[in-house]
């Protein structure tokens, strides 16, 4: 009998401890099998074979689930790299990496099959009837069961019985791409051309291609990708998040005219496992997609491209807790390839390793028809506030729309109601298991937590006086678009937000809706980002203030981002464009950068500050929470985490919202040297071990979001 070793996943485990069972079918590194831990089915993956052990009662491997591994030597060294750098387990690194329906989980999905029909030969004597429609529809096999069937009816079974056709079982197929539309090839512009030629002629591995909005980094990409296709290489093009995809995808398929994968989180298990197949078995040589797709099973990988690589969505906020331009950097130097950051407000770690020469800094100072919008910041103190609006973003308003040009409208918060305070007794609704204010949502009538999740009905009874009436105070995007269509009865409006973006494909919908007949677009920071439509000349930006509230120490990094990128949505064709951001501080000196469109200066600025209050990119920063329905222990536990990590500054323990009726308590720790760092959080996880207590902890190594 040969033994090996498996992962398991069990969480009473030592991260990444292995188990030896025994085996004597041939099985691989990388193969799942199902083997019996602690009395439990298990799913195993086989990290090591041909192991010796001098162990007694050495169980055998139930069964061995895959011939062949389901990861390649790359992508299962790369799960080794996000272990160790994220402190988390291998196993929940292959989970990421997976598409769901081969995921080492206990209960594995089975993939969906159907049924196709080919073409087969036979010498068995057919009716006249038979032998025509064999005739008919020979040249138009192999096509699917069902549509062999409607097209045969009842000879469909004759034919595959007397061996003129033969089934054949193929995983079950969705087209999830759009049809191909036309490109608009343009003439480069200086600066373009220089900026394809630098990073090309580099022996440089990483770029940070920082240009203003509306500067064409996509057509420098779309170039890039080019060459590089032409050496039959493979190209990734990663984007934050699923509404910027529809874009791309459009985009690339115009110039490339062919097939691409496609992979983010709206796809089903099975269209997922498609897409990934697309790869594996390379029917295609372009992927587009979210933080997912860095995992894609690539063999040639030739460039990858990072668009908007400042947006914080590239970090998962779950196990694994990766970065996706970690991932991208690994991944292109295994394949010996470049990778390009792009974006016009590069996060602070990306510019000032652009500033120290570890990334090639490649610029585009203008914009393709030289005019930056211009800025109106609206001070909101002297303003009277009709429905949120001021009336000088009103009237522009009117402006645009008597031109027929487009509008874009920012507010940065969903639903109708943010707070729903009783006007009787002021008690506010909050959540029962986060603590925090839930937010009434006119759609569906109820209360929603934005932290968990969870809605709840509501009687417009207030729990604890019974009154009926409530404080109307504040707005979200549902109730902007209410009050827009009251001042602008005529115009269509199209609304972008978490709620109206939940269906597959909502997105590409409503952007097209807008494109063809939409006057405005209004919605959260979705429509902040990387949209390219040259008829809108005028972006509104309502409440900007509130992003600069959070005491978290990036808020204003992300609110700066966002207030440029939304401006940069404006006069992106031959047309000036305006854009009026509503705020109660306009000497802040976010609102100024983004007044001048000076994002040096406010870098300077904001690293000066995060030099002052010792953060990243100064330092480098763990998270810690422990979490637990009793807040003392939670507390105890806490500081026995701190007394461990003394050699390092560490802030809290700090009480923070709960989840899920638990309370938490976080740990931040701040350490210049990212080696000592890591080891000692392994440490602490070992440490964690021996307490052998319920709390739970929870670790964020290089966390972008504090404020949870
Ligand atoms: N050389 C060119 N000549 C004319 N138009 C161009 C040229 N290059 C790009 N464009 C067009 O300019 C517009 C803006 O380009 P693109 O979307 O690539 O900007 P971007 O730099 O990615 O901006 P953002 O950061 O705001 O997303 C697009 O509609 C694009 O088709
Ligand atoms: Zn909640």
């Excluded at 995921?103 to 006249?128: A, G, Q």
């Excluded at 034919?159 to 079950?172: Q, T």
């Excluded at 390839?337 to 990334?359: D, G, H, I, M």
Aim: glycine share 4%; net charge neutral; with cysteine.
């Amino acid at each position: 009998m040969k033994l090996i070793n498996v992962y398991i996943e069990h969480l009473t485990l030592q991260l990444n401890q292995l188990f030896t069972y025994a085996c004597d079918e041939p099985v691989q590194k990388g193969c799942r099998v199902k083997v019996d831990f602690a009395h439990r089915e298990c799913i195993g993956f086989v990290q090591e074979t041909d192991v010796k052990s001098d162990l007694k009662n050495i169980k055998p491997v139930l069964e061995v689930i895959d011939k062949e591994p389901l990861l390649n030597e790359e992508l299962l060294d790369l799960a080794q790299y996000i272990s160790k750098r994220y402190v988390c387990s291998v196993i929940s690194a292959y989970k990421t990496m997976l598409p769901p329906a081969l995921r080492p989980s206990s209960t594995y999905k089975k993939i969906i099959y159907e049924d196709h029909v080919y073409l087969s030969s036979s010498t068995l004597p057919l009716t006249s009837k038979q032998a025509n429609v064999y005739e008919e529809i020979k040249d138009k096999l192999p096509m699917k069961a069902s549509e062999f069937r409607k097209l045969t009816k009842s000879l469909a079974k004759p034919l595959i019985e007397k061996g003129y056709v033969k089934l054949r079982k193929l995983p079950k197929s969705n087209d999830v791409l759009p049809s191909y539309i036309e490109d608009s090839i343009h003439e480069l512009t200086l600066e373009q051309k220089n900026a394809i030629e630098e990073i090309e002629n580099s022996n440089d591995s990483c770029f940070l291609l920082h240009g203003v909005t509306g500067s064409g980094k996509t057509e420098v990409f779309l170039h890039l990708a080019q060459t590089v296709l032409k050496q039959n290489k493979q190209v990734l093009f990663l984007v934050p998040e699923i509404g910027l995809t529809p874009m791309m995808i459009e985009r690339v398929m115009a110039r490339f005219q062919r097939k691409v994968a496609i992979y983010h989180s709206q796809l089903n298990d099975q269209e997922k496992y498609e897409q990934y197949c697309l790869v594996k078995d390379k029917k295609v040589d372009i992927v587009i997609g979210t933080r997912s797709a860095a995992f894609m099973p690539f063999d040639d990988l030739g460039l990858i491209l990072m668009d908007e690589e400042h947006d914080t969505s590239y970090k998962q906020d779950s196990m694994p807790r990766y970065h996706t331009r970690d991932i991208a950097l690994w991944r292109a130097k295994y394949h010996g390839c470049k990778v390009v950051l792009s974006s016009a407000t590069p996060s602070l770690e990306s510019y000032s390793r652009a500033y120290k020469n570890v990334y090639h800094l490649v610029s585009l100072t203008k914009r393709i028809y030289d005019q930056m919008p211009e800025i109106h910041l609206v001070d909101m103190k002297e303003e009277r506030n009709q429905f949120g609006l001021s009336q000088r973003l009103i009237d522009a308003i009117q402006k645009t729309l008597d031109k027929n040009d487009q509008v874009i409208l920012l507010l940065n918060r969903r639903g109708y109601l943010p707070v729903v305070r009783c006007s009787n007794c002021n008690e506010v609704m909050m959540c029962p298991d986060c603590g925090i204010a839930l937010t009434y949502h006119k759609s569906n009538d109820s209360l929603m937590c934005h932290c968990c999740g969870n809605v709840y009905r509501f009687d417009h009874t207030c729990p604890k006086c019974h009154s009926h009436h409530f404080f109307q105070v504040g707005m979200g995007t549902e109730r902007l678009e209410e009050n827009i269509q009251m001042l602008f009865p005529n115009a269509n409006i199209v609304r972008m937000d978490a709620d109206s973006t939940k269906r597959k494909n909502a997105h590409a919908k409503l952007l097209k809706e807008f494109e063809q007949s939409g006057d405005i677009l209004l919605g959260t920071q979705m429509v902040a980002k990387g949209l390219d439509f040259e008829r809108v000349t005028l972006v509104g930006i309502l409440q900007a203030d509130n992003a600069l509230i959070h005491s978290d120490y990036r808020s204003c990094e992300i609110a700066y981002q966002m207030l440029e990128q939304a401006s940069g949505r404006s006069g992106r064709g031959v047309k000036k464009g305006d854009v009026y951001i509503q705020t109660y501080d306009p000497g802040h000196y976010v609102m100024q950068s983004v007044l001048k469109h000076d994002y040096l200066g406010f870098f300077r600025k904001e690293m000066s500050y995060r030099h002052l209050g010792v953060y990243p990119p100064y330092v480098f920063l763990c998270c810690i929470i422990y979490s637990h329905e009793s807040l003392e222990k939670a507390m105890d536990v806490a500081l026995l985490g701190k007394q461990f990590l003394s050699q390092f500054k560490v802030l809290g323990p700090l009480e923070i919202n709960m989840r899920q009726r638990q309370k938490r308590v976080r740990l931040i720790v701040k350490s210049k040297d990212e080696t000592q760092l890591n080891q000692t959080i392994w440490k602490l996880v070992e440490y964690h071990r021996s307490l052998k207590t319920n709390v739970k902890q929870d670790i964020n190594m290089y966390p972008l979001i504090l404020e949870e």
